[in-house]
């Protein structure tokens, strides 16, 4: 080994790279040959290039109340992230299976006969609870069903290295700027990594997007519909990647107040007057969207909207309601939903996930509180999440406190390890928690980016990857069939 | 484009020239003021701050801070402070590179980084340190501070925009705002030579007419070397306005800015009926054929003061014409019944 | 009784207003206590009108003004037909209210929702109430004696008092009178829910076909679930059966579902908007005869 992987412990987790008996797994060989030869500085002066890289590229995210728009730029470690084609295989067809499951289900609930609330594979009270859940959003039809047109499936390996679903992000999933940038600034950083290597190309997400943008435009749109994406503005963190999208796509990026709805149809004010648009790929929440069917103190979104959705005049991506999916009570369901819409067996099992309103699961629980996981059902981005074995006696007598008084409020899940990848941490690799984020694009089918955005838990021991705390990312390659290993 | 954010270039562009012209202006009357030691300060800066439209602000502005009310008698570290500093006057320099920052902010998909940050910058520059004592001081190194990062944020602008509509609004919203305030800048010179007529000693030579502080003038223009080129040893201020006013191919002239202005125009309406091209075509005609001796013989700052007033409706014109459609105004919910 | 009614709002803002989206839900619904015979939404300044059926069953008609506008009336006409209600069976026991999957079904009529929140006192009323009680019909009964303690105070309250204020305070609109009903119910386990209507409060005793045109105002009551019985209508206002005077516009969790009038616009903050509800006893076209003219000649849209 040189000098980069220098005692580096693999420890008692599932590593990426390093296979229980020490030796580099034979997809990770052909890179790790070549980075074992680099010097400390060597890798340094690579990492400052990089900065300067995202730093001129503008990928950066700014924090919501930083006065001086300082900009922040998103670590990304300079040894990749590496998936071989024949385990992505299984990921893919496991995503697509979900996705696929998840659209039925949002469709039937919200514009079918509600099959699955009918016939108790997903209660009807859970639903009718979930914050999530818009009754506004009754009757209004996507074209193709796609209401996940955009999803983000967060995968977590366990021990013995097993993908397992951690949530589906079925709103507005972000990161898949980085899973593009990252991969461009590796290509010039170190360009000798993939020699040899055939990995698979992830460019085509603008394209792909807008193909299924265009896809789910109202019949009426004729045969170039007009996509826009929609943006809270500059504030927002991730306002750098709805630019950043829209600049993909060719197409442009519009705030509420430039857009006017008339006679139910969706205007955007230009130059030159207005022009019609037909598909809004907006990334603003539900609550924005309309202030006369929603928050009416919202200055984000467009009066009017939802009305000219339902009259079929536009088409909002993602669908509105599908926040209902993401209720962490209502995905521990999923693999039911994939058995009554799709009468398949899940491909990719959910993390084991205990229901607390029931007496049995609660008691069960609250026994051994310390050894879980609790999560709110509403929050995303790690917010709220207390992790049993790392938490103090105080957490642990609040959360059991807050899971008594509300106890569909939240949901406890089984610890899992998280899979370990080394990552540059001063002048030599360390094992750093890992999860994957798939990206999958529903339009007439689903498509899923090769590999997504592999984020990283910087700090020593952390579980917790969200870019809002503390977390990085990996370039992540998906090799070609019969690629891989060295050469 | 999106009317919005047209309308923030245009505005950018309008801010971070104006920005820059004040600095100029500021400049030449502070310095013209030190090397003539027998004129009043006061009324000198007084004339400045009309000429800014910017009397009525003053005098507000000393009232709430319990001083004496403007008039003849004016500071001038306080009117220093607050044509650059004073983030509550709207005219001030530090106002206008803070709006320019907003405005780019806005659009910072459509600009470079490098542009982005040059103009953030000049902002920070302005509102992180603290420049009281500087400008005290040494304002003429603040002044070329702000000259000089105005000029370096066009020259990155031009250097990293496409040529497309987003550069056009950019470069049509500095262009009218420097046909704007170059008449403000002949107007203050002239406006204090008339003062120093009022105020002439035996020590004020008539016969060069001040020419030394028309001499700030053209360099505050930069423009003094291009003046010395073309019209040699002349001292006539008569020479300097012509050559400011109506100078086809000095790009701080009021001229150079209207027509080029014109060029963005008619790029921008492409062949389309356009009130706010004729109007600018007005305009530049009425200027363009001109006789300054004439001009000094009528009232040169009434002319001045009219062609403003044209710009402003050609600005107007522009808003009517590509941001109309963003209505102002704020949304409010009802329900009842 | 076939019933014509005009419903207008309208909006007079301070000044010109370049923007108003707005939703209406003013049309009577259909059900097995009423038919519509007809119905018609017109705007000044013109709009064209959609119409859909919102989650909770209700006919919901958008409509947008984009141009300067200084005032905007909205003029909803109908003709609708009700039939008087039978006496129900309320003899359900109290028990009954406790079933899982009837409490599952009607969900969202036992929990809380944003105008029916309750604390202590609605608790304690509660609790004095259900004492001794063994069937649903009793329950009810009571619940609209306690309302009926508090006085109906015209204007007295805006929709958004709290259910518990509102009791301090011991008077209400009908808003109010149906809210703090509803909680009630609800904490007694009792599904309900909001009512959004009309009411026809003419004394009409000519006799006559056709009855004169009365002023009204929207109304409010409340529908309780009772098991074996289905949803029982009862009105805490006007502590009268609900019956052919009363037309239903829709249901929901609480006013908020069923608000007749809701929008955003883009102009001066400060506007006035006045409500005006006419209606009147209609004569009923005989079978086969030429189709009668619309009550209120205009009104189709």
Same mark, same amino acid.
């Given at each position: 080994?040189?000098?980069?992987?220098?005692?580096?412990?693999?420890?008692?987790?599932?590593?990426?790279?390093?296979?229980?008996?020490?030796?580099?797994?034979?997809?990770?060989?052909? &890179?790790?040959?070549?980075?074992?030869?680099?010097?400390?500085?060597?890798?340094?002066?690579?990492?400052?290039?990089?900065? $300067?890289?995202?730093?001129?590229?503008?990928?950066?995210?700014?924090?919501?109340?930083?006065?001086?728009?300082?900009?922040?730029?998103?670590?990304?470690?300079?040894?990749?992230?590496?998936?071989?084609?024949?385990?992505?295989?299984?990921?893919?067809?496991?995503?697509?299976?979900?996705?696929?499951?998840?659209?039925?289900?949002?469709?039937?609930?919200?514009?079918?006969?509600?099959?699955?609330? #009918?016939?108790?594979?997903?209660?009807?009270?859970?639903?009718?609870?979930?914050?999530?859940?818009?009754?506004?959003?009754?009757?209004?039809?996507?074209?193709?069903?796609?209401?996940?047109?955009? +999803?983000?499936?967060?995968?977590?390996?366990?021990?013995?290295?097993?993908?397992?679903?951690?949530?589906?992000?079925?709103?507005?999933?972000?990161?898949?700027?980085?899973?593009?940038?990252?991969?461009?600034?590796?290509?010039?950083?170190?360009?000798?990594?993939?020699?040899?290597?055939?990995?698979?190309?992830?460019?085509?997400?603008?394209?792909?997007?807008?193909?299924?943008?265009?896809?789910?435009?109202?019949?009426?749109?004729?045969?170039?519909?007009?996509?826009?994406?929609?943006?809270?503005?500059?504030?927002?963190?991730?306002?750098?990647?709805?630019?950043?999208?829209?600049?993909?796509?060719?197409?442009?990026?519009?705030?509420?107040?430039?857009?006017?709805? %008339?006679?139910?149809?969706?205007?955007?004010?230009?130059?030159?007057?207005?022009?019609?648009?037909?598909?809004?790929?907006?990334?603003?929440?539900?609550?924005?969207?309309?202030?006369?069917?929603?928050?009416?103190? +919202?200055?984000?979104?467009?009066?009017?909207?939802?009305?000219?959705?339902?009259?079929? #005049?536009?088409?909002?991506?993602?669908?509105?309601?599908?926040?209902?999916?993401?209720?962490?009570?209502?995905?521990?369901?999923?693999?039911?939903?994939?058995?009554?819409?799709?009468?398949?067996?899940?491909?990719?099992?959910?993390?084991?996930?205990?229901?607390?309103?029931?007496?049995?699961? $609660?008691?069960?629980?609250?026994?051994?509180?310390?050894?879980?996981?609790?999560?709110?059902?509403?929050?995303?981005?790690?917010?709220?999440?207390?992790?049993?074995?790392?938490?103090?006696?105080?957490?642990?007598?609040?959360?059991?406190?807050?899971? /008594?008084?509300?106890?569909?409020?939240?949901?406890?899940?089984?610890?899992?390890?998280?899979? $370990?990848?080394?990552?540059?941490?001063?002048?030599?690799?360390?094992?750093?928690?890992?999860?994957?984020?798939?990206?999958?694009?529903?339009?007439?089918?689903?498509?899923?980016?090769?590999?997504?955005?592999?984020?990283?838990?910087?700090?020593?021991?952390?579980?917790?990857?969200?870019?809002?705390?503390?977390?990085?990312?990996?370039?992540?390659?998906?090799?070609?069939?019969?690629?891989?290993?060295?050469? | 484009?999106?009317?919005?954010?047209?309308?923030?270039?245009?505005?950018?562009?309008?801010?971070?020239?104006?920005?820059?012209?004040?600095? $100029?202006?500021?400049?030449?009357?502070?310095?013209?003021?030190?090397?003539?030691?027998?004129?009043?300060?006061?009324?000198?800066?007084?004339?400045?701050?009309?000429?800014?439209?910017?009397?009525?602000?003053?005098? /507000?502005?000393?009232?709430?801070?319990?001083?004496?009310?403007?008039?003849?008698?004016?500071?001038?570290?306080?009117? &220093?402070?607050?044509?650059?500093?004073?983030?509550? #006057?709207?005219?001030?320099?530090?106002?206008?590179?803070?709006?320019?920052?907003?405005?780019?902010?806005?659009?910072?998909?459509?600009?470079?980084?490098?542009?982005?940050?040059?103009?953030?910058?000049?902002?920070?520059?302005?509102?992180?340190?603290?420049?009281? @004592?500087?400008?005290?001081?040494?304002?003429? %190194?603040?002044?070329?501070?702000?000259?000089?990062?105005?000029?370096?944020?066009?020259?990155?602008? +031009?250097?990293?925009?496409?040529?497309?509509?987003?550069?056009?609004?950019?470069?049509?919203?500095?262009?009218?705002?420097?046909?704007?305030?170059?008449?403000?800048?002949?107007?203050?010179?002239?406006?204090?030579?008339?003062?120093?007529?009022?105020? @002439?000693?035996?020590?004020?030579?008539?016969?060069?007419?001040?020419?030394?502080?028309?001499?700030?003038?053209?360099?505050?223009?930069?423009?003094?070397?291009?003046?010395?080129?073309?019209?040699?040893?002349?001292?006539?201020?008569?020479?300097?306005?012509?050559?400011?006013?109506?100078?086809?191919?000095?790009? =701080?002239?009021?001229?150079?800015?209207?027509?080029?202005?014109?060029?963005?125009?008619?790029?921008?309406?492409?062949?389309?009926?356009?009130?706010?091209?004729?109007?600018?075509?007005?305009?530049?005609?009425?200027?363009?054929?001109?006789?300054?001796?004439?001009?000094?013989?009528?009232?040169?700052?009434?002319?001045?003061?009219?062609?403003?007033?044209?710009?402003?409706?050609?600005?107007?014109?522009?808003?009517?014409?590509?941001?109309?459609?963003?209505?102002?105004?704020?949304?409010?919910?009802?329900?009842?019944? | 009784?076939?019933?014509?009614?005009?419903?207008?709002?309208?909006?007079?803002?301070?000044?010109?207003?370049?923007?108003?989206?707005?939703?209406?839900?003013?049309?009577?619904?259909?059900?097995?206590?009423?038919?519509?015979?007809?119905?018609?939404?017109?705007?000044?300044?013109?709009?064209?009108?959609?119409?859909?059926?919102?989650?909770?069953?209700?006919?919901?008609?958008?409509?947008?003004?984009?141009?300067?506008?200084?005032?905007?009336?909205?003029?909803?006409?109908?003709?609708?037909?009700?039939?008087? =209600?039978?006496?129900?069976?309320?003899?359900?026991?109290?028990?009954?209210?406790?079933?899982?999957?009837?409490?599952?079904?009607?969900?969202?009529?036992?929990?809380?929702?944003?105008?029916?929140?309750?604390?202590?006192?609605?608790?304690?009323?509660?609790?004095?109430?259900?004492?001794?009680?063994?069937?649903?019909?009793?329950?009810?009964?009571?619940?609209? %004696?306690?309302?009926?303690?508090?006085?109906?105070?015209?204007?007295?309250?805006?929709?958004?008092?709290?259910?518990?204020?509102?009791?301090?305070?011991?008077?209400?609109?009908?808003?109010?009178?149906?809210?703090?009903?509803?909680?009630?119910?609800?904490?007694?386990?009792?599904?309900?829910?909001?009512?959004?209507?009309?009411?026809?409060?003419?004394?009409?005793?000519?006799?006559? /076909?056709?009855?004169?045109?009365?002023?009204?105002?929207?109304?409010?009551?409340?529908?309780?679930?009772?098991?074996?019985?289905?949803?029982?209508?009862?009105?805490?206002?006007?502590?009268?059966?609900?019956?052919?005077?009363?037309?239903?516009?829709?249901?929901?969790?609480?006013?908020?579902?069923?608000?007749?009038?809701?929008?955003?616009?883009?102009?001066?903050?400060?506007?006035?908007?006045?409500? #005006?509800?006419?209606?009147?006893?209609?004569?009923?076209?005989?079978?086969?005869?030429?189709?009668?003219?619309?009550?209120?000649?205009?009104?189709?849209?």
């Amino acid at each position: 080994m040189g000098s980069l992987f220098d005692a580096y412990e693999p420890g008692p987790h599932f590593d990426e790279v390093f296979a229980a008996d020490g030796a580099v797994r034979p997809h990770y060989a052909g &890179v790790v040959g070549r980075l074992d030869g680099f010097a400390p500085d060597e890798f340094h002066r690579r990492e400052t290039i990089r900065d $300067r890289i995202f730093r001129t590229q503008g990928i950066t995210f700014t924090l919501a109340d930083d006065e001086d728009g300082l900009e922040r730029t998103f670590p990304m470690d300079l040894l990749p992230r590496i998936i071989p084609a024949a385990e992505w295989e299984v990921i893919e067809r496991g995503i697509v299976q979900r996705v696929t499951a998840l659209n039925r289900f949002l469709e039937d609930l919200y514009v079918g006969e509600q099959a699955a609330v #009918n016939d108790g594979v997903v209660p009807r009270w859970l639903i009718r609870t979930a914050e999530g859940f818009r009754r506004e959003a009754f009757g209004i039809h996507v074209p193709h069903g796609a209401r996940c047109l955009v +999803s983000g499936v967060d995968l977590v390996r366990d021990a013995d290295g097993s993908y397992l679903v951690l949530e589906d992000n079925l709103r507005s999933p972000s990161g898949v700027s980085y899973v593009l940038e990252n991969r461009v600034a590796m290509t010039r950083v170190l360009p000798i990594a993939f020699s040899a290597e055939r990995v698979r190309p992830v460019d085509h997400y603008g394209p792909l997007l807008l193909g299924a943008l265009r896809a789910v435009a109202p019949p009426a749109a004729g045969d170039r519909p007009t996509a826009v994406v929609l943006t809270p503005g500059v504030f927002n963190s991730a306002y750098f990647e709805h630019a950043f999208l829209a600049r993909q796509m060719g197409i442009e990026l519009v705030e509420g107040r430039d857009l006017v709805v %008339e006679d139910h149809v969706v205007w955007m004010r230009s130059t030159f007057g207005l022009e019609r648009v037909d598909v809004i790929y907006r990334r603003i929440d539900d609550d924005y969207l309309d202030p006369v069917v929603f928050r009416p103190d +919202s200055m984000l979104g467009v009066p009017g909207l939802m009305a000219a959705a339902r009259a079929g #005049n536009v088409t909002i991506v993602n669908a509105v309601g599908n926040g209902v999916a993401d209720d962490k009570a209502v995905y521990a369901f999923v693999p039911d939903m994939i058995r009554f819409y799709l009468g398949e067996e899940p491909i990719l099992p959910n993390v084991t996930t205990y229901l607390l309103w029931d007496d049995e699961q $609660r008691a069960e629980v609250l026994d051994r509180l310390d050894r879980l996981v609790v999560k709110p059902v509403g929050a995303s981005g790690g917010y709220g999440l207390v992790i049993g074995p790392q938490a103090s006696d105080a957490e642990l007598a609040r959360v059991r406190a807050a899971i /008594e008084a509300d106890p569909r409020g939240y949901i406890a899940q089984e610890v899992v390890g998280l899979s $370990r990848h080394p990552t540059m941490v001063g002048d030599r690799f360390a094992g750093r928690h890992v999860d994957l984020r798939p990206f999958a694009i529903t339009g007439e089918r689903v498509d899923v980016l090769p590999g997504g955005l592999t984020r990283v838990a910087l700090r020593e021991g952390s579980l917790v990857v969200n870019s809002s705390q503390g977390g990085g990312s990996k370039d992540t390659w998906v090799l070609e069939d019969g690629a891989g290993g060295p050469r | 484009m999106l009317a919005r954010l047209a309308e923030n270039l245009f505005w950018a562009g309008r801010y971070v020239e104006r920005a820059e012209d004040t600095a $100029r202006m500021v400049d030449v009357t502070y310095h013209s003021l030190l090397e003539s030691p027998f004129v009043a300060a006061g009324p000198t800066w007084g004339q400045l701050l009309d000429v800014l439209h910017l009397r009525a602000a003053w005098e /507000e502005r000393a009232v709430g801070e319990g001083g004496g009310a403007g008039g003849a008698d004016v500071d001038a570290g306080a009117v &220093v402070r607050f044509l650059v500093l004073d983030r509550a #006057n709207p005219g001030s320099i530090a106002a206008a590179t803070a709006r320019a920052r907003e405005n780019v902010r806005s659009v910072r998909e459509l600009v470079s980084s490098e542009l982005w940050e040059a103009v953030n910058d000049l902002h920070l520059e302005l509102a992180g340190r603290d420049l009281e @004592r500087e400008v005290a001081e040494r304002p003429g %190194e603040v002044l070329r501070l702000v000259r000089d990062e105005a000029m370096a944020i066009y020259g990155i602008a +031009s250097e990293t925009m496409p040529r497309d509509a987003g550069w056009r609004f950019l470069a049509l919203g500095r262009l009218i705002e420097r046909a704007e305030m170059t008449c403000r800048l002949i107007d203050v010179r002239y406006g204090q030579l008339d003062v120093l007529r009022g105020a @002439r000693g035996p020590d004020v030579p008539a016969a060069d007419g001040g020419f030394h502080h028309w001499v700030a003038v053209l360099k505050s223009a930069s423009a003094f070397e291009a003046y010395r080129r073309r019209y040699r040893a002349s001292t006539a201020p008569a020479d300097v306005i012509e050559f400011l006013l109506l100078a086809d191919d000095l790009p =701080r002239s009021v001229l150079y800015a209207l027509n080029a202005s014109m060029r963005q125009l008619e790029a921008l309406t492409d062949g389309r009926p356009s009130r706010a091209l004729r109007l600018l075509g007005r305009t530049t005609s009425a200027l363009a054929y001109r006789d300054v001796a004439e001009l000094l013989d009528e009232d040169l700052h009434e002319f001045l003061e009219d062609v403003q007033a044209r710009i402003q409706q050609v600005a107007e014109a522009v808003a009517d014409e590509f941001f109309r459609h963003q209505p102002p105004g704020a949304m409010h919910a009802v329900a009842g019944g | 009784m076939r019933l014509g009614i005009r419903y207008v709002t309208r909006f007079d803002y301070g000044g010109p207003v370049v923007e108003s989206q707005n939703e209406l839900r003013a049309c009577p619904t259909g059900d097995g206590h009423q038919q519509l015979v007809h119905y018609g939404v017109t705007t000044t300044p013109v709009a064209r009108v959609r119409s859909h059926i919102d989650y909770w069953g209700t006919r919901v008609d958008t409509f947008g003004v984009v141009g300067p506008h200084e005032r905007l009336e909205v003029v909803a006409a109908a003709t609708v037909e009700t039939s008087p =209600r039978p006496a129900p069976d309320l003899s359900a026991p109290v028990a009954a209210l406790a079933d899982p999957g009837w409490r599952d079904e009607h969900l969202e009529f036992i929990q809380r929702s944003p105008h029916v929140a309750w604390g202590e006192d609605v608790r304690a009323r509660a609790r004095r109430i259900a004492t001794g009680v063994a069937d649903v019909g009793t329950l009810m009964a009571r619940v609209e %004696e306690d309302v009926a303690g508090l006085e109906y105070r015209r204007g007295r309250t805006d929709v958004g008092v709290a259910v518990e204020d509102v009791l301090a305070a011991g008077a209400g609109v009908c808003q109010d009178f149906a809210h703090v009903t509803i909680a009630l119910l609800r904490e007694l386990g009792v599904p309900a829910r909001y009512v959004s209507g009309y009411f026809f409060a003419a004394d009409d005793r000519t006799g006559a /076909e056709a009855g004169d045109e009365v002023e009204v105002e929207t109304h409010a009551w409340v529908e309780a679930a009772v098991p074996g019985a289905g949803w029982i209508a009862i009105d805490p206002t006007n502590r009268q059966p609900v019956g052919e005077r009363h037309v239903t516009i829709g249901r929901g969790r609480d006013y908020d579902d069923v608000a007749p009038l809701r929008g955003i616009y883009n102009g001066p903050r400060e506007h006035r908007l006045t409500v #005006n509800v006419r209606m009147r006893r209609l004569a009923v076209a005989p079978r086969g005869a030429p189709g009668a003219p619309g009550p209120y000649p205009g009104g189709d849209a």
